[in-house]
């Protein structure tokens, strides 16, 4: 499986996607520079995490008109998985690709640490490697992570099953004090109504190998791969 | 030249820790009778070569385009002849 990840100026976590990719998982992983304007040839995109433009404005919101993002449009539009991690969820959001929006962390603090996620769809492209309910450890590292939506947006995302996890306890339980950041729902991560692309604040490909603390960011990986070769 | 003045604000309802820590900041220094406060931005444009009516439709697009988030914010602007 060929992947691709975006660099936008002011990305910072490209090169570790890159690495899990090659190094992890044995796939193929180019970078490709916010400059092109066509994506060829390959089976899925990564927007990464960092700092697209400084993050001058909002979030994600300059980095959304980078050239190549008109390419990840069309590539979603016609089937193509898209994953958005951190700042990549927030550009997806920003470029109207994900409902929502990411704001300000409640706490007003940036975040760096593991999170527990609950798996609330286990069948999607993104999460088909992984078991209903089961609890995945994999850091966040954010100062808006703060999901938000209106009521109606809400209330499709649950109905449709697009809410792929939500950040919990230990033992798996969502509640006020499990959610880190003031998300809506302790929302972490949501796909499309398609179900080709999806956003998450914590960081896959930082719990990758077990030197690090957590292998579960394999899992979302692992998912994808599945999906493509029509196994998940 | 016209002078551009854009006010974005949050929705009403949405969550505003920034302008809850302020406030409560001001209240620590002893201002009483704050209600609410709210943060927000403002940017300021000077623009040439528009009438005031071709600015209204530039800046209208300006807002909807990149400088609000329609999903969480509210945005209004004030254009004068410098």
């Given at each position: 499986m060929r992947f691709g990840v975006v660099l936008f100026p002011?990305?910072?976590c490209e090169m570790d996607c890159q690495y899990v990719l090659r190094e992890v998982l044995r796939e193929e992983a180019d970078l490709l520079w916010h400059k092109e304007e066509r994506i060829l040839g390959y089976d899925a995109i990564v927007l990464p995490g960092g700092f697209s433009y400084g993050d001058y404005l909002r979030t994600g919101a300059i980095a959304?008109?980078?050239?190549?993002m008109k390419a990840v449009e069309r590539f979603a539009a016609s089937g193509g998985l898209v994953l958005g991690i951190c700042n990549g969820f927030q550009i997806l959001c920003e470029a109207g690709l994900l409902p929502g929006a990411l704001m300000r962390n409640r706490s007003l603090h940036f975040i760096c640490k593991y999170a527990h996620i609950r798996v609330e769809?286990?069948?999607?492209a993104f999460s088909n490697a992984c078991d209903r309910g089961q609890i995945l450890v994999i850091p966040i590292n954010h100062n808006e992570g703060c999901y938000y939506a209106d009521q109606e947006t809400l209330r499709r995302l649950n109905e449709d099953g697009q809410i792929l996890f939500r950040y919990c306890g230990t033992d798996g339980e969502v509640s006020e004090a499990s959610?880190?950041?003031?998300s809506l729902e302790n929302i972490a991560g949501i796909m499309n109504e398609a179900g080709n692309v999806m956003g998450m604040m914590p960081h896959p490909e930082r719990a990758?190998?077990?030197?690090?603390?957590?292998?579960?960011?394999?899992l979302i990986f692992s998912s994808m791969i599945r999906r493509w070769k029509g196994e998940g | 030249m016209l002078s551009v003045k854009v006010t974005v604000t949050l929705k009403p309802g949405v969550l505003d820790p920034q302008g809850k820590t302020v406030r409560n900041a001001l209240e620590s220094l002893g201002?009483?009778?704050?209600?609410d406060l709210r943060m927000g931005k403002l940017m300021e444009i000077k623009m040439d070569g528009s009438s005031p009516e071709e600015a209204k439709s530039k800046v209208e697009e300006m807002c909807q385009k990149l400088l609000a988030n329609p999903v969480i914010e509210d945005y209004h602007y004030e254009i004068e002849q410098m």
């Amino acid at each position: 499986m060929r992947f691709g990840v975006v660099l936008f100026p002011g990305s910072n976590c490209e090169m570790d996607c890159q690495y899990v990719l090659r190094e992890v998982l044995r796939e193929e992983a180019d970078l490709l520079w916010h400059k092109e304007e066509r994506i060829l040839g390959y089976d899925a995109i990564v927007l990464p995490g960092g700092f697209s433009y400084g993050d001058y404005l909002r979030t994600g919101a300059i980095a959304r008109f980078s050239p190549i993002m008109k390419a990840v449009e069309r590539f979603a539009a016609s089937g193509g998985l898209v994953l958005g991690i951190c700042n990549g969820f927030q550009i997806l959001c920003e470029a109207g690709l994900l409902p929502g929006a990411l704001m300000r962390n409640r706490s007003l603090h940036f975040i760096c640490k593991y999170a527990h996620i609950r798996v609330e769809n286990q069948k999607s492209a993104f999460s088909n490697a992984c078991d209903r309910g089961q609890i995945l450890v994999i850091p966040i590292n954010h100062n808006e992570g703060c999901y938000y939506a209106d009521q109606e947006t809400l209330r499709r995302l649950n109905e449709d099953g697009q809410i792929l996890f939500r950040y919990c306890g230990t033992d798996g339980e969502v509640s006020e004090a499990s959610n880190p950041n003031g998300s809506l729902e302790n929302i972490a991560g949501i796909m499309n109504e398609a179900g080709n692309v999806m956003g998450m604040m914590p960081h896959p490909e930082r719990a990758c190998e077990r030197i690090l603390g957590s292998e579960d960011g394999r899992l979302i990986f692992s998912s994808m791969i599945r999906r493509w070769k029509g196994e998940g | 030249m016209l002078s551009v003045k854009v006010t974005v604000t949050l929705k009403p309802g949405v969550l505003d820790p920034q302008g809850k820590t302020v406030r409560n900041a001001l209240e620590s220094l002893g201002f009483k009778g704050l209600v609410d406060l709210r943060m927000g931005k403002l940017m300021e444009i000077k623009m040439d070569g528009s009438s005031p009516e071709e600015a209204k439709s530039k800046v209208e697009e300006m807002c909807q385009k990149l400088l609000a988030n329609p999903v969480i914010e509210d945005y209004h602007y004030e254009i004068e002849q410098m």
